[in-house]
């Protein structure tokens, strides 16, 4: 059963929010998680679990999701229980690179959402921004990826940036005998301790710096990320790595040239992710009504009658609204992890959010 009507007002409330258009949550959980099956969009885990989106891999850089939430709600309405949240995500990468300056391609349809999440699932599992070529190759190669793959959507990171806590140990107390990574370009290097200063633990991560991968061109998908890599302006170190291998410099030097043969080579790449250990049949998943649960668990969410006239005392302007469910009582938000690890992991694929 298809519902190709439903394109118009799918497009219609992608449009209204274009900077979070820019910005498609699901890409990093299609890769190396669960497939492409949107787990990454639950809330709850039927099975108790905690999500994957309170990762600290996820966390506060996630962003974009009411997009996706208006997008489901709407096409919902006008083709219940059809178009699955997996399949709306993979289109919204894609019209995400559009928007973003890549030219269209073709995304197969016919995802069904997953009915688990789990945290624990990434550790291990998920490039991280401390990663050399040997390691990066090998998460992607147990992926089905190439390192070609490998190098061409790390062209993502041409829009977007990192917060200075996923660089910081590149500028301050690289090594006993040098305090900045004298890999970077000395310029590029003094410029980022001006932004970034000396890294505190009792810092809040929400309230870092925040720096762009390319800050030549850093709202636009282009080649100019590989340009920075050859001239030393690579912000993590797993960007970095990519110009000292000879193999990935290879690669990169070919698309620092080649936009073209790039933007083709980043089409197919994606094309592979959004098909990675998807749910397909009637006996696999479901099409989930709402995004953020699994079906049947929106019954159990809504809140007692009661507790529902307090909160609409409280705050007298918000009223039930059944085609916004994201506005949903739910749990309160765990705080952000504070972990020597909480650094590594948040970064790398935040790019291609």
Known sequence: ??????????????????????????????????????????????????PEKESSANGFTLVGLRTIDI??????????????????????ARDAAVAAG????????????GMRSNMDDLPGNFPVPGHHVPRLTELFS???LTQEDLVALSGA???????????????????????????????????????CPPKNPNNDPQQAPKVKFDARTGERLDTA????????????????ALIEDAQTRAMVEAFARDEVMWQQKFAEAMQKVGMLDVLIGADKGQVRKQCRLVNGQEQQQQPQPQQQQQRQQQLPWLRPQPHFPWLRQRRPPRP?????MGDLINGF?????
């Open 102 to 113: 890549l030219p269209s391609y073709d995304v197969a349809a016919g995802r069904r959402d």
């Open 157 to 195: 990171h041409s829009i977007g940036g990192a917060h200075c806590f996923m660089f910081s140990n590149r500028i301050y107390g690289f090594s006993k005998d040098a305090d900045v990574d004298p890999s970077l370009d000395p310029d590029y290097a003094a410029r980022l301790r001006q932004v």
């Open 71 to 92: 997008a489901k709600s709407t096409v919902e309405s006008m083709c219940p229980r059809t178009v699955s949240c997996a399949d709306i995500l993979a289109f919204a």
């Open 349 to 353: 694929f935040r790019g291609f959010h």
């Open 1 to 50: 059963m298809t519902c190709t009507h439903t394109a118009p007002y799918y497009h219609a409330c992608r449009d209204r929010r274009p900077s979070l258009c820019r910005r498609p949550a699901g890409l990093p959980a299609c890769a190396f998680v669960q497939g492409c099956d949107a787990s990454i969009l639950l809330d709850e885990s039927p099975a108790g679990d905690v």
């Open 142 to 144: 147990q992926r089905g």
């Open 225 to 240: 990320y590989y340009s920075e890599l050859l001239a030393r302006r690579g912000l993590l170190t797993s960007d970095n």
């Open 336 to 340: 952000f992890p504070r972990h020597p």
